[in-house]
């Protein structure tokens, strides 16, 4: 039997891969901006067009077939060929939609700044903004479902370009009568004491609490984002490092919460600009890095070369 590619379109892939991806068609559906029946009817084709099976669907959700892997993973090498092929169009500049997302960390706090930056440099250019964990964003860069990702370093090397941004402190936040707010200087070791609050799993900033918190013991409760880690605090229920962006504007609490610096300048994060090597617009992004680093926020510090 002789195939043709009459019948398959890029739109097709892209629908599949979403569903591989969320593991879910209403999820899917969502993202590619199309109902859930049509998206279904759809892929039903396309693995009629293929002869064979992309997906089990049962009781207990979706699950990709051995044959749909290794279909899929071509899929989305055709998804990120077309994208390049677009970009290559455009000459490889900023002069269209930019796809960027950044850690859920950074990205309430950064955001909002960035896009003041952008818009008076670039008034022409349309951002795509999300956010989510590291592991999941540069999931998302690599498949070339985005285009740029904010993140802490370090990063995987493989297949990704890196520039720093700034460097941007961590604060100790405690409740105002926790021994740790009447100490004169506050050092690292002073942390190890009982009551350490975590972000869960799979957030960056966890793993860096962690490595900097040597000796304390951490709770039990963990905090879902910077919002509920400050909420716990501001309740009393310990104590954590925050990014100091995340502090910025917050009400004055002076009489619950203490916010103090830390001595050690390795108490903080570099933030740096991500994106896949092989894009052509690589040298429009080295520019953007470029120009993000010399604007930075009120509060951070130039990365040292």
């Not at 998206?39 to 749909?68: C, D, M, N, W, Y």
């Amino acid at each position: 039997m002789t195939l043709t590619l009459g019948g398959l379109s890029l739109r097709d892939l892209e629908y599949a891969v979403a569903v591989a991806q969320t593991k879910h068609f209403g999820r899917a559906a969502d993202r590619c901006g199309v109902s859930q029946p049509a998206l279904s009817e759809q892929i039903r084709k396309l693995e009629a067009l293929l002869g064979a099976p992309l997906f089990e669907r049962g009781r207990r959700g979706v699950h990709v077939t051995e044959q749909g892997h290794a279909l899929l993973i071509r899929a989305e090498r055709v998804l990120l060929e077309a994208h390049s092929l677009l970009d290559m169009a455009h000459g490889g500049g900023l002069v269209r939609t930019i796809r960027l997302a950044a850690i859920q960390t950074l990205g309430p706090y950064y955001l909002p700044f960035l896009v003041r930056q952008l818009r008076a440099a670039h008034p022409d250019l349309v951002l795509r903004l999300a956010e989510g964990q590291t592991d999941f964003l540069l999931d998302e860069l690599r498949s070339g479902n985005c285009d740029l990702v904010l993140a802490a370093h370090p990063l995987p090397d493989e297949g990704l370009t890196t520039a720093p941004l700034f460097r941007e402190k961590f604060v100790l936040v405690c409740p105002a009568s926790h021994k740790l707010a009447s100490l004169p200087m506050l050092r690292l070791p002073d942390l190890a004491s009982e009551g350490l609050i975590l972000l869960e799993e799979g957030h960056c900033l966890r793993d860096q609490a962690l490595s900097l918190c040597t000796g304390a013991a951490p709770q039990t409760r963990l905090a879902t984002s910077v919002e509920t880690l400050w909420h716990m605090i501001l309740a009393g229920e310990g104590f954590s490092l925050m990014p100091a962006l995340s502090l910025a504007g917050r009400p004055g609490m002076d009489d619950l919460v203490s916010c103090r610096a830390l001595a050690e300048p390795e108490a903080g994060r570099t933030i740096v600009l991500a994106w896949r090597s092989t894009d052509p617009r690589g040298s429009a992004f080295t520019a953007l890095a470029a120009l993000l680093s010399s604007n930075r926020p009120t509060g951070t510090d130039a990365v040292s070369a």
